[in-house]
């Protein structure tokens, strides 16, 4: 039941939001188009509910040609790029992804694909929640824990889905929305999480088989 609920006031609350920062989203767009050619929105494909793929927008803050998908090279960041994400304007358009029912506010963060790919059954449990803005993983040290940890606390969200739960996340979250501490992951410690990710799983994985 409470899951519908959460849904409606999803819907409601990303249509307001997207109505008051309207003019804010305009400036942005505006800002980023005259420094860079190139699209205004960064898309990229996300992995969500039950493991289903969509497209997670976010206003570019990026070169045209950076790579995000090139682990060796760190992302080349643009003038306003900086400023955007240091004030997590570039967040703004997810508003839409709520709407659309990709995310919700409040639930595990949405990962690039590859990250899927080296969850265990138990780990993909992460997946049986729409993902969200801001998660317990996010409100417990952001990315100042270990992707185990991260996952771990996901987890727990999962198993105790509910609207206190997700008041919990919302008190934790207004604890450290005025630090960047942990706000921020370069390529290379997402390299290094899935290569953490990958060995964890092996090596728990050899462990069970020997049992």
Known sequence: MYKYIKRFIDIVLSTL???LFMIPMIIVSICIKLESNGPILFKQTRTGYKGKQFTLYKFRS???DNNVLDFSKENTITKVGKFIRKTSLDELPQFINILKGDMSFIGPRPWIIEYAKLFTAKQRKRLDVTP??????????????SIIDKINYDLEYVDNFSFLMDLKVIFKTLKIIFTKQGADINKSEIANELDKLKEYNLTNNLITSLD
């Open 17 to 19: 939001l997207l109505l």
């Open 62 to 64: 990026m070169t045209v």
């Open 132 to 145: 969200g803005i801001t998660g317990l993983a996010q409100a417990s040290g952001r990315n100042d824990i």
